[in-house]
């Protein structure tokens, strides 16, 4: 596990430790040193939110559309860890307090999720009542998980996201992507810049 690595394809366009409002200024992960997810070393441009069980880094932020990019790894275990309360105080109030309001989770690398009560969902979709929460390449078990406990009111998840195909995407044409999706007839810009 610890060959896997955050996507790194779009590094050029955005470095969460260089973004002088991000939490995470100035913090070099490879400094950091490896972290610990069961008997398993992750490699360290993985952060911690807190979690024992879920490590995430952020991908793409984008002021002016009000977005960001975060992929995860490891087990979101809301019974034990109470992971999303974590992920809700740790990554995304700071990321609410920016105006970002639009959120995509990458989780590919989420083996496993592990249920409780709903109430950081519920708080996290009323204060992005104007954006949306994706989750976005997620097993079909973890998709399961979610609809029997009604995540659905809270996110958008399932089989229309699993074939987005952001790795080949610049983050621009994959905002561009979604939000077709979500409101479909929406006048898509021309100029949307390709990935190196």
């Given at each position: 596990m610890h060959d896997?690595?955050?996507?790194?394809?779009?590094?050029?366009?955005?470095?969460?430790?260089?973004?002088?409002?991000?939490?995470?200024?100035?913090?070099?992960?490879?400094?950091?040193?490896?972290?610990?997810?069961y008997n398993h070393l992750i490699h360290?441009?993985?952060?911690?939110?807190?979690?024992?069980?879920?490590?995430?880094?952020?991908?793409?932020?984008?002021?002016?559309?009000?977005?960001?990019?975060?992929?995860?790894?490891?087990?979101?275990?809301?019974?034990i860890g109470n992971d999303v309360m974590w992920m809700k105080r740790e990554l995304i109030d700071p990321l609410l307090a920016r105006g970002i309001d639009k959120f995509i989770l990458l989780g590919e690398n989420v083996l496993n999720y592990h249920g409780d009560e709903d109430a950081y969902y519920e708080e996290w979709s009323e204060e992005c009542s104007q954006g949306w929460v994706i989750g976005m390449g997620f097993r079909s078990h973890i998709l399961e998980e979610w609809e029997r406990l009604g995540l659905l009111r809270y996110m958008y998840f399932g089989d229309d996201w699993t074939d987005c195909m952001w790795r080949t995407r610049h983050p621009l044409q994959l905002y561009w992507a979604v939000s077709a999706r979500l409101f479909p007839g929406l006048e898509i810009p021309n100029n949307i810049p390709q990935l190196r």
């Amino acid at each position: 596990m610890h060959d896997l690595e955050p996507y790194g394809r779009w590094l050029y366009l955005y470095d969460q430790s260089q973004d002088r409002l991000s939490n995470f200024y100035g913090l070099d992960p490879p400094e950091l040193g490896y972290h610990l997810l069961y008997n398993h070393l992750i490699h360290p441009d993985w952060m911690s939110m807190g979690s024992e069980t879920l490590y995430f880094k952020i991908l793409y932020v984008n002021e002016s559309l009000e977005f960001s990019v975060i992929e995860l790894i490891g087990e979101w275990n809301d019974v034990i860890g109470n992971d999303v309360m974590w992920m809700k105080r740790e990554l995304i109030d700071p990321l609410l307090a920016r105006g970002i309001d639009k959120f995509i989770l990458l989780g590919e690398n989420v083996l496993n999720y592990h249920g409780d009560e709903d109430a950081y969902y519920e708080e996290w979709s009323e204060e992005c009542s104007q954006g949306w929460v994706i989750g976005m390449g997620f097993r079909s078990h973890i998709l399961e998980e979610w609809e029997r406990l009604g995540l659905l009111r809270y996110m958008y998840f399932g089989d229309d996201w699993t074939d987005c195909m952001w790795r080949t995407r610049h983050p621009l044409q994959l905002y561009w992507a979604v939000s077709a999706r979500l409101f479909p007839g929406l006048e898509i810009p021309n100029n949307i810049p390709q990935l190196r």
